[in-house]
């Protein structure tokens, strides 16, 4: 019997085994499924979109040749759009029973056309949000969801590769056939132990049955040849029996082979050979952010702004270090480009003319896009300064005017230690802009800095006095020092033959508010604050001797009508909703010389 279940136990563990390898091998499938996209190569854009590449699930493996530079950047499909709009490219989209189509878009006649449009570069917008560039052949690896494509090209002047390639990974793990082989090992090793089970069974059957007591030890009795040697039967010789015993020993272990081939199979399977479990620990619950049915997504993403502050970093860098204004109006605009541009006019005048602050790359603290689908579109960010020495926190309202345009920063102000931002939205849920002349604010964004300014020029017999917070403002006492310090240096100088007059005036920028989470708006304004000197005597002038930044700026040491100077304040305001009891309160600033010239 102990044969009979060797047997069924052999038959089991080669069924089992055999298909354990069959899993692994003729019966599985492919690991890759390639779908081959080809153009015609006739324009400068192929637009892949995320429709194809999310047909099938699982990260996607772009490939794209061409015969010299291959660029390849991914973004919001809808963005994508926008900045094609202007020029002919290819479409690939997924038409009916997913098959995939291919045609030619013309460009747009309602896109507005520059003298730039043929000759741009697709590298380096800040639209896409991840871009690739090499020679030849590019592979890269995505997971994008459907509302983003893929963008290919060459230089934006050659044909786009048009040999694209997209490949998504199958499934074809095995799960039980890792249990199928161990589960034959364990038992070909059951039929291993019933076959000698069974033969020790048999040899021990063939030895003589003893009755009674047993012979004395020193006089042996062999029953077996005894009866052999009745029966006329001729025993064989012990090179015979040694021969016979070394061959039943070999039968006996002919399995073993096959137990170790099993065991090799059972070590070399790999993990998608055997079933995976779920953990069995509870997730914890993430917080619910409900986003405004029919919002708009946020104008960036996280690493997107985060790219952005930092190409924004190194352009003005480089344009701080050599004094170019040109380069540094590539990523700087309104009162923020204004500042750098008399810097870089006093800096070269004058060696010993310190630097502004240079716009810090990262940390970036805090991002709060504004949610749009259309230009100009807005980003505010709070970035540390990373010198240990002069440590700062900068704030930016930062501003991309069309699909081809880079953002540029028009607002940026340093925080203080003790500055409490309002609460503010996820940067992946974004705010709403706030036009300029919102009611359902405490005061419209375009009122403020008028009111600010009545509030400098008038101090309490300001009627904007009650609206601002004024007993935490550190901008106003600034303000008070630097009027005093001017007229202690006239009065040194003019020794009474002249006077000096202040006056303030809201900027010729426009504001820039974007909303908070309960519903008023960090508003970005611009002030402009004037001293003008003048003489009190017709014989009298006003020397420049102890003032080099006017005199470079004017060209003049003195002047009998006069000097006007007029200092930038780039402000950032919390201002509240209508019904609120809190009042305007200051969050940043950064007040710079912008100009100086001789009173009419």
């Known amino acids: 019997m102990r044969f009979v279940w060797a047997v069924v136990a052999f038959v089991i563990a080669a069924a089992m085994i055999g298909a354990g390898i069959a899993q692994r091998t003729v019966f599985q499938g492919p690991s890759v499924a390639t779908e ?141 056939a890792g249990p199928l082989i161990a589960g034959g090992a364990i038992a070909l090793l059951a039929g291993i132990v019933l076959y000698v089970l069974g033969i020790r069974h048999v040899r021990r059957s063939r030895r003589p049955r003893r009755k009674g007591l047993p012979l004395p030890v020193t006089e042996p009795i062999s ?32 399995a073993v082979p096959a137990l170790g081939v099993s065991m090799a199979l059972f070590a070399g399977c790999s993990a998608d050979a055997w079933p995976q479990f779920a953990a069995s620990g509870s997730p914890s619950p993430s917080p619910t952010v409900i986003v405004p049915e029919g919002q708009f997504p946020p104008a960036v993403t996280e690493n997107q702004a985060e790219r952005i502050v930092s190409k924004i970093a190194t352009t003005v860098a480089e344009a701080d270090s050599t004094l170019d204004a040109t380069a540094a109006a590539t990523r700087l605009a309104g009162p923020a480009l204004a500042e750098r541009q008399t810097n870089y006019a ?12 240079a716009i810090p790359a990262e940390p970036v603290q805090i991002i709060l896009p504004q949610t749009t689908g259309t230009w100009p579109r807005t980003v505010m960010t709070v970035v540390e300064s990373g010198d240990s020495a002069a440590p700062t926190t900068s704030i930016m309202m930062m501003t991309q005017e069309d699909p081809w345009s880079e953002y540029r920063v028009s607002y940026v102000g340093n925080l203080e230690a003790s500055t409490n931002l309002p609460e503010l939205a996820a940067p992946y849920v974004g705010a709403t802009q706030v036009p300029p002349d919102s009611s359902f604010l405490v005061m419209p964004p375009d009122e403020v800095a008028a009111a600010y300014a009545d509030l400098i020029n008038n101090g309490q017999n300001s009627a904007s006095w009650a609206a601002f917070d004024t007993a935490n403002d550190l901008l106003l006492p600034a303000i008070e020092d630097n009027k005093r310090a001017r007229t202690d240096e006239l009065n040194q100088t003019g020794q009474g033959t002249a006077e000096i007059s202040f006056s303030a005036s809201a900027g010729p920028a426009e504001p820039i508010a974007l909303a908070t989470l309960d519903t008023g708006a960090i508003v970005a304004v611009n002030v402009h604050e004037s001293d003008t000197a003048k003489p009190t005597n017709a014989d009298a002038v006003i020397k420049l001797d102890n003032n080099p930044a006017v005199k470079a700026l004017t060209g003049v040491d003195q002047s009998a009508t006069g000097f006007t100077t007029t200092y930038t304040d780039q402000i950032f305001f919390y201002v509240p909703s209508q019904g609120s009891d809190d009042k305007i309160r200051l969050l940043g600033y950064r007040s710079s010389l912008l100009e100086a010239k001789v009173s009419p």
């Open 36 to 176: 081959s996209i080809q153009t015609d190569g006739t324009t400068a854009y192929t637009l892949v979109d995320g429709a194809v590449l999310g047909s099938l699930p699982g990260a996607q493996a772009l490939r794209v040749a061409g015969d010299g530079e291959v660029f390849v950047s991914y973004g919001r499909t809808s963005d994508m759009r926008a900045w094609l709009a202007d020029v002919p490219y290819t479409a690939v989209t997924l038409g009916q029973e997913n098959a995939v189509e291919t045609a030619v878009v013309p460009a747009s006649t309602t896109a507005p056309t520059t003298e730039t449009t043929a000759a741009r570069t697709p590298a380096g917008s800040d639209l896409w949000l991840d871009e690739y560039q090499q020679t030849g052949s590019l592979t890269t690896t995505l997971q994008l969801p459907a509302d983003m494509s893929v963008l290919v090209a060459s230089d934006g002047t050659a044909p786009a590769p048009s040999e694209i390639t997209v490949s998504w990974p199958i499934d074809n793990s095995t799960p039980w």
């Open 223 to 254: 029953i077996a040849d005894a009866d052999a040697a009745e029966k006329g039967v001729i025993s064989s010789s012990p090179a015979r029996r040694s021969r016979g015993a070394v061959g039943r020993g070999r039968r006996a272990l002919f």
């Open 346 to 357: 006093l800096r070269a005048a004058l060696p010993d003319r310190p630097a502004l602050p």
